[in-house]
Structure formats: C-alpha cells, structure tokens
C-alpha cells in the first residue's frame, strides 16, 4: 500500500471535521502534563469542541483551498487544533482560560467564522461570552423594564392599600 493511501484517511478525517466548523485554534501543547491535558480535553469535550493532534503535513493538505487555508503559517511544532461546530467562540476561550493555568499551553491563532486571526486577536475573542451567555444577557435587558414597571405597580398599589383603611378609620 502506497503512503498516499495511508495518509489520505487522516487527510479526509481533517477535512471533515473542519468542514462544518464554526472555529478551529491552533495551541501549541508542548510542556503539558498528562494530567494538565486530561484536564483541558475534558473541559473541552463537555462544551463539544473536538481537540486533537495531526501531523502538521496532514493539516496543510487538509486545508489547502479552504476557509482555513490560513492556518497553514501556523503549522510548525507540536500543534493540535480545537474545532467546534456550535460555538463560534468556545475554543478560543476554553483554552485561553487554560492557558492562564498552564502556561506551557500557548495559542497560536486560528479562524472563527471563516476569517483568519493571529495569537493577540485569539485572545480577544476568547474574552467574549459564548452564545448562550449573550442570549441570557438579551432576554435579561427585555425582562427587566417590564420586572420594573410590575414592581412600581405593586408598590402603588400597596401604598393605596395602606391609605385606605386609615381613611376609612378617620370618617368613622
């Protein structure tokens, strides 16, 4: 067997995975204990986001003529890629957290929403709050004049509750 044929699985199995990827950061993991990097795999895994190592070569292959294809001047060392299909920017920020931790992980760059950003504007997105952690903060700014209004409404209301045995009192 040819080794085209041997490296073409991992080739497609690269591909597929970043085929309906939202983002995809590269790190450099180089340094990590095997319990630091237990530790961020499954951090990363219960926000399912797919963190693995391929050879260098094999990711060059897999993301020439791609969004990603930009990935490809950061393909040199130790390299594995976290890739996530729902949130756009829970790589960034798993691993950018991790990272304050474990100083020996370090972020290189990677593509969010089709665009390519380097180390500093990696760490940029990682400080924006994920999807569902802005639609809580939406809902909440819709919520809170109507939870005011009610309890201005509640407070008349009690107030002229109050008012109104003390009148009956006194025209008795």
Same mark, same amino acid.
């Given at each position: 067997?040819?080794?085209?044929?041997?490296?073409?699985?991992?080739?497609?199995?690269?591909?597929?995975l970043l085929s309906d990827a939202k983002a995809a950061v590269l790190v450099?993991?180089?340094?990590?204990?095997?319990?630091?990097?237990?530790?961020?795999?499954?951090?990363?895994?219960?926000?399912?986001?797919?963190?693995?190592?391929? @050879?260098? *070569?094999?990711?060059?292959? !897999?993301?020439?003529?791609?969004?990603? /294809?930009? =990935?490809?001047? #950061? $393909?040199?060392?130790?390299?594995?890629?976290?890739?996530?299909?729902?949130?756009?920017?829970?790589?960034?920020?798993?691993?950018?957290?991790?990272?304050?931790?474990?100083?020996?992980?370090?972020?290189?760059?990677?593509?969010?929403?089709?665009?390519?950003?380097? @180390?500093? *504007?990696?760490?940029?997105? !990682?400080?924006?709050?994920?999807?569902? /952690?802005? =639609?809580?903060? #939406? $809902?909440?700014?819709?919520?809170?004049?109507?939870?005011?209004?009610a309890r201005v409404i509640k407070q008349i209301a009690e107030k002229d509750?109050?008012?109104a045995p003390a009148e009956a009192a006194a025209e008795a």
């Open positions: 067997m040819a080794k085209v044929e041997l490296k073409q699985p991992i080739v497609q199995e690269i591909s597929d450099d993991y180089a340094g990590l204990t095997v319990e630091q990097d237990t530790r961020l795999r499954k951090q990363l895994r219960e926000a399912n986001v797919t963190y693995k190592v391929f @050879k260098n *070569t094999m990711m060059r292959f !897999a993301v020439k003529d791609t969004p990603f /294809e930009g =990935l490809t001047e #950061l $393909l040199q060392g130790p390299t594995a890629v976290a890739v996530s299909s729902e949130d756009a920017t829970a790589p960034a920020g798993i691993l950018y957290k991790f990272a304050k931790e474990a100083p020996a992980l370090e972020l290189k760059g990677g593509v969010v929403d089709g665009t390519f950003y380097g @180390k500093d *504007t990696i760490e940029v997105i !990682a400080t924006i709050p994920g999807r569902e /952690e802005l =639609l809580g903060r #939406l $809902l909440g700014s819709f919520q809170a004049p109507i939870a005011n209004f509750g109050e008012a």
